[in-house]
Every structure is written in structure tokens, then in C-alpha cells.
């Protein structure tokens, strides 16, 4: 019923930036919240950043300051602009979206692999 299509990932250099985008598509009467998650090998999947359906957002201490979570309405699309990556960043990242009726969904994951 809810596809959710994630891009964004890819390599990058220490100190780099990379954008993550969620495309949310299929049948629904809206969004509640949507957030990002990783995944790095050998680790649990952990929250990175969410935003409610009031707009508030929150993020993991380890990610505050670097990352920000934003989104756009009109296109169910949901983004995480990730400046000053750090290797402790590699991991699968995924997208997760919260819609009305209540269901909740998962992105097939992209790969954020942060190295020189």
C-alpha cells in the first residue's frame, strides 16, 4: 500500500556531506512522523533523527549538530543532510515512515560509508 524509495547514499571523505532523501508513494491520508535509522555491522539499528507530525524533530547526541532532518509535504519526501561525517557514521541507513491509517514502513536502506 506505502513504498517508501530511499537514494542519497554513497562514499565520502571525512569532514564530507552527503543528503538522504525518502520518497513515500501508495495510498494514505497523511504522514504522522518520519525518521531515519543505521545500522552499522555488527550493531543494533539505532535512531538518528525523527520529525513529528507537529514538526518538532530530535536527534541522537551522537549525530546533533551535524545532521538535520527537514521535510516536504507536498511531495511525502523526507531528507537527512548529514555535514562533518565521521567514520563512526558508516552504516546502512534507513528510512521509516509513520502513515495514516496507522501503519508503519521501512526503506530498503542505503549505504553511508564514510573513509579516506
Known amino acids: 500500500q506505502v513504498q517508501l524509495v530511499e537514494s542519497g547514499g554513497g562514499l565520502v571523505q571525512p569532514g564530507g556531506s552527503l543528503r538522504l532523501s525518502c520518497a513515500a508513494s501508495g495510498r494514505f491520508f497523511g504522514i504522522v512522523g518520519m525518521g531515519w535509522y543505521r545500522q552499522a555491522p555488527g550493531a543494533q539499528r539505532e535512531l538518528v533523527a525523527v520529525?513529528?507530525?507537529?514538526?518538532?524533530?530530535n536527534y541522537a547526541d551522537s549525530v546533533k549538530g551535524r545532521f538535520t532532518i527537514s521535510r516536504d509535504n507536498a511531495k511525502n519526501t523526507v531528507y537527512l543532510q548529514m555535514n562533518s561525517l565521521k567514520p563512526e557514521d558508516t552504516a546502512v541507513y534507513y528510512c521509516?515512515?509513520?502513515?495514516?491509517?496507522?501503519?508503519?514502513?521501512w526503506g530498503q536502506g542505503t549505504q553511508v560509508t564514510v573513509s579516506s
Open positions: 521509516n515512515v509513520a502513515v495514516i491509517p496507522q501503519s508503519t514502513y
Open positions: 520529525i513529528t507530525a507537529g514538526g518538532g524533530t
